[in-house]
């Protein structure tokens, strides 16, 4: 009966109707969204669930009587704190990003070798903020902004399909109240020719099974009959562009891997797989000279090479140093940093030093109104004084509690409309305070620096108490108890029974 009454209410002899999407698959009425039945000219080929591309316009803008919306564009650490802290009573939440989880990347490398199962650093966006599951003016769209109308209030997105044939793209608006851009960055190869179509990044949960997959055909390969001893040597040689705490992190882990599951299950290959670690400058340059120094020095012990140089160009086999030397590899895995995302790049916002959008001491941008950036993808402008903070995941979640936080003040203060918040006092602005770096370098060995900064004084400290130390502190910050059980138990199956090597 219930599909039987929707049926006749978004009938074609209707002249108009309200036609909604949630994340669940199905399409439930809401008022929120806009469209045109009664234009049959305009008619384009069907899109999913038998809705027509241009009758489907999107989010209208909020009424008098619904709660004021905010869009977030981004499923990061910064929009994912955000999304927990926004008070749902006062605002509701719709989420647009190209996927419908947060990665816990602290813990992304070690589902490469099989330490972690990939869905134990996967936290799905509904257990998050229960409400875009559930309240009737929240939702999340699995798309991709394109463009943004300030003046309008609204966003221009797309759906991301994943290149399926069955599934054409369809563009849609969302009209908002309050607009949190928190898209993150993207990894950055400095115009390096041959990198994005050969090497493999390390942000997302695709590209740790990406690099695993690979890993382990590369063993399975370079034992096979008649494969020539330099073949062998180039598969199983990785090589990993980029000394920061991602790259030491997977060589570390990447390391472990070799020296107590490769050289028990793969004998014939033992001797000829190795690790190189490549970097312009200093590895860990956020962390205490001394910390780094044992940082080398236990890579060393593991079999990890470490190379000091530039690539220069990047080949399907092999790449070039700014020297000439060429480095053969069969695994490349690049860390070299971020930068602004093309859809940052594209925004006629105002721009912090280095390409990202610029924000106030509150999290906003000064020229629109209701527009908020948080996250790798927004920086200080140079006029408030404040240098650009770090990439890290720390900062863009302590962004996230305080912008939530502030928009909770606005929306109580009945500022939560759009255009309306311009009188309302905003408080204390942001403040970021570093808590401290922790990486671990394998063999349940890990570097601990809970200074402020390189110049000041505190504790820091390397070895098994450290590695323990960073183990506790991750799991405690895992944010559901599921994924802490998940993460818990996975670290102890592999210290009994060693990581799976299978290739699924």
């Known amino acids: ?12 002899t209707t002249s108009s109707a309200l036609i909604g999407f949630r994340n669940t698959g199905s399409p439930p009425l809401s008022s929120r969204f806009c469209t045109t039945l009664n234009q049959p000219q305009q008619v384009q080929s069907p899109a ?130 309050k607009l949190v851009v928190a898209c993150g960055a993207e990894a950055s190869t400095f115009g390096i020719q041959g990198v994005l179509e050969n090497a493999i990044f390390l942000r997302e949960v695709h590209h740790a099974q990406e690099i695993r997959s690979k890993l382990l055909l590369n063993l399975m390969l370079s034992d096979t009959p008649g494969i020539s001893k330099e073949e062998k040597q180039r598969l199983l040689h990785c090589v990993v562009v980029g000394g920061g705490p991602t790259g030491v992190e997977f060589s570390g882990e990447l390391s472990d891997f070799i020296m107590k599951d490769v050289r028990q299950r793969y004998a014939h290959v033992k001797d000829d797989i190795h690790v190189t670690l490549i970097e312009a400058k200093d590895i860990l340059s956020s962390f205490d000279d001394r910390l780094r120094r044992y940082a080398i020095k236990q890579l060393n012990k593991s079999g990890v090479r470490f190379v000091r140089g530039i690539v220069k160009d990047v080949k399907p086999q092999k790449l070039i140093l700014d020297d000439g030397t060429e480095v053969p590899y069969g695994l490349l895995v690049w860390s070299t940093g971020v930068g602004p995302s093309p859809f940052v790049s594209s925004l006629d916002l105002p721009k912090a030093p280095g390409g990202r959008i610029g924000i106030d001491q509150w999290m906003r941008v000064p020229s629109v109104q209701d527009v908020f950036a948080i996250g790798d993808c927004s920086g200080y402008l140079e006029t408030t004084g404040k240098p650009t903070l770090p ?77 323990f130390i960073w183990r506790s502190a991750y799991l405690t910050r895992v944010i559901s108890w599921r994924n802490r059980f998940y993460v818990a138990i996975n670290w102890f199956t592999t210290f009994v029974f060693g990581r799976d090597i299978s290739r699924i």
């Open 1 to 12: 009966m219930f599909l039987i009454k929707n049926l006749r209410r978004i009938s074609p």
């Open 48 to 177: 999913p669930n038998g809705l027509d591309r241009s009758r489907y316009e999107g989010l209208a803008p909020t009424r008098e009587g619904e709660k004021p919306r905010v869009v977030v564009l981004g499923s990061g650490w910064a929009g994912c704190r955000l999304m927990k802290g926004i008070d749902t009573s006062i605002y509701d939440v719709v989420c647009v990003s190209p996927r419908n989880h947060m990665v816990f990347t602290p813990l992304l490398a070690s589902t490469c070798v099989g330490t972690l199962e990939f869905r134990s650093v996967a936290e799905p966006i509904s257990r998050i903020q229960p409400a875009i599951s559930r309240e009737p003016g929240s939702y999340f769209f699995l798309a991709n902004c394109s463009r943004l109308d300030a003046d309008s209030h609204e966003v221009h997105c797309e759906t991301l399909t994943d290149g399926l044939n069955t599934l054409k793209p369809w563009k849609f608006k969302i009209a908002y109240d």
């Open 391 to 467: 990439a890290l995941a720390q900062v863009a979640e302590r962004e996230g509690k305080y912008l939530a936080n502030l928009l909770n003040e606005i929306g109580k203060a009945n500022g939560g409309r759009a255009n309306s918040a311009k009188e309302i006092a905003l408080g204390v602005p942001f403040v970021y305070k570093h808590l401290g770096s922790m990486a671990t370098i394998g063999r349940y060995k890990a570097l601990v620096d809970l200074r402020e900064s390189k110049d000041a004084k505190g504790i820091s400290m390397t070895g098994f108490v450290s590695w």
